[in-house]
């Protein structure tokens, strides 16, 4: 006999299918094995009470403070710890159960179709500018081109271009010098037909950019005011286009970087999300990324929350897009010049791919094209 312990993220459908097991049992297995931990805030009382006795009857449970079973606080916070199977059963529970139970069952359902991409995708970094804050991501013209075919050559699945830096304290520049900036580059991307071959995704919110790029080839719209211009809106609605929309507090790079206080960061982004994902549908966008916006107007305890919970996003089902690549975060953790953050970036990146997301904003693209394929490998 030989018994070993295996990881909780291996490939839980592949152990089970090479052990033979039929494909009835193999659904019903895997749900048992997926695990929802589940923060319910501000829950009444009594709701806890039968929740907790609900959960515990199929095997689940819920973990609430000291005194809720005699009622010592009309209003508790509460984790729920269930697997696959037993959160459905929990959700046909709560229907009939009152104290806002129903309503509860509608948000747990959302979490019961969760679906983990499969297929990631890296995006890799132009800037046509001088001031963005890596400065190995600027390019001029030639230069451009020649990095992008180098990026091509290293599995980039997504170019994105950009005119103008947003990092804290930017200076903002007219639409005009914008344009000057990136117009070489989205001409020659446009005469070799590089979009053949690879995306092409422009960073920008200004709509006579991006009318310009989506002219010519472009098929995402990277905006990181979350589409708040509807002229941008319209654009993407018009061509078809996918449209990024990011988090931030601001509109513009001098308000995008003040910090807030969030109650709940999960929660505000979502409400975020929700908000544009309504007027996106408005204007017609039918292909959207979610991008929380690390290190926009956000502590390091958001950014790291917003990472570690990128699952929470998942409900949208939408990709979901991640950008940390050598952002001061890191340097909340292990002080170092953006120079030096390459190994933080890593790690950031496929935690942040092994909570959901499915597309990575990066700055070396040789280096998470192996980092990823080997974490593949890591999880079957």
């Known amino acids: 006999m030989v018994v070993e312990h295996l990881s909780s993220s291996i490939n ?11 494909g009835g049992g193999v659904s019903i297995l895997e749900s048992k094995g997926k695990i929802h931990l589940v923060s319910i805030k501000d829950l009444h009382v009594g709701a806890a009470n039968i929740l907790k006795q609900d959960a515990l009857s199929i095997g689940a449970d819920l973990a609430v403070p000291k005194g809720t079973v005699i009622a010592s606080q009309p209003r508790v916070n509460a984790l ?10 929990l959700v046909q529970k709560e229907k009939v159960q009152p104290f806002g139970l129903k309503l509860l069952s509608q948000e747990l359902e959302r979490f019961c179709r969760l679906h983990i991409p499969q297929k990631i995708e890296v995006m890799g970094i132009i800037n046509a500018n001088e001031d963005s804050f890596y400065a190995h991501s600027r390019f001029k013209e030639n230069e451009a081109i020649t990095k992008i075919v180098e990026m091509i050559g290293h599995g980039a699945d997504i170019i994105d271009i950009g005119g103008v830096s947003s990092r804290p304290g930017s200076i903002c520049i007219s639409e005009e010098e914008e344009l000057s900036r990136v117009r070489p580059i989205i001409d020659a991307l446009y005469h070799e037909k590089i979009g053949d071959t690879v995306r092409l995704s422009l960073d920008s919110y200004a709509p006579g950019v991006v009318a310009y790029a989506l002219e010519r080839g472009f098929t995402i719209i990277n905006d990181i005011t979350g589409l708040a211009n509807d002229e941008v809106a319209r654009l993407c609605g018009e061509y078809n286009a996918t449209a990024v929309i990011m988090h931030a507090q601001g509109i513009t790079p001098d308000t995008m970087h003040v910090s807030s206080t969030y109650p709940s960061v999960l929660h505000d982004v979502e409400l975020f999300f929700q908000e544009r994902l309504e007027k996106a549908d408005k204007f017609g966008i039918s292909n959207v990324i979610l991008d929380c916006g690390i290190g926009f107007g956000k502590r390091l305890e958001d950014n ?12 949208f089902g939408k990709p979901l897009l991640v950008g940390a690549s050598r952002k001061s975060m890191i340097n909340g953790v292990s002080p170092s010049p953006s120079e030096d953050r390459l190994g933080g970036t890593l790690a950031i990146h496929l935690k942040a791919i092994e909570e959901g997301a499915s597309i990575v904003r990066v700055h070396d693209v040789k280096e998470h094209v192996q980092a990823i394929a080997l974490w593949k490998a890591l999880r079957g």
Do not use: C, M, S
């Open 304 to 315: 790291l929350a917003l990472i570690t919970h990128q699952k929470h996003f998942l409900t």
């Open 80 to 89: 729920l710890i269930a697997n696959e199977r037993q959160l459905r059963e």
């Open 12 to 22: 839980l459908k592949n152990a089970l299918q090479e052990l033979g097991v039929d």
